[in-house]
Nanobody, 122 residues
Framework: QVLLVESGGGLVQPGGSLRLSCAAS??????????VGWFRQAPGKQRELVAT???????DYIESVKGRFIISRDNAKSTVYLQMNGLKSEDTAVYYC??????????????WGQGTRVTVSL
């Protein structure tokens, strides 16, 4: 079981930026073999996959965040980040990360962290 601790959320005005962090309880050598992903769950909606990065550094994003969000990782720190710029009200959600050998929208996970809440509002 990998423990995941997300942080960095908060209240931000539309157009603002936040940087989310997710620390995993694995060694850097183990973490480096995983793909990583950021998910979000808005009120009343299902959790959705927002961004992924393979262990080789290939990234992918849902259309609505392309050009605004950037996923990155620091294997030495077993940490994945999500830089969110140009935030919109529709980005309001609880954000979660996860790790796996492969992460797709169809992936299922048994364990999740507590998430970090992002609220975009005036």
């Amino acid at each position: 079981q990998v423990l995941l601790v997300e942080s960095g959320g908060g209240l931000v005005q539309p157009g603002g930026s936040l940087r989310l962090s997710c620390a995993a309880s694995t060694s850097g050598n183990i973490f480096s073999i995983y793909a990583v992903g950021w998910f979000r769950q808005a009120p009343g909606k299902q959790r959705e996959l927002v961004a992924t990065m393979t262990n080789g550094g290939i990234t992918d994003y849902i259309e609505s965040v392309k050009g605004r969000f950037i996923i990155s990782r620091d294997n030495a720190k077993s940490t994945v980040y999500l830089q969110m710029n140009g935030l919109k009200s529709e980005d309001t959600a609880v954000y979660y990360c996860n790790v796996g050998l492969e992460i797709t929208p169809e992936s299922s996970f048994v364990f999740w962290g507590q998430g970090t809440r992002v609220t975009v509002s005036l």
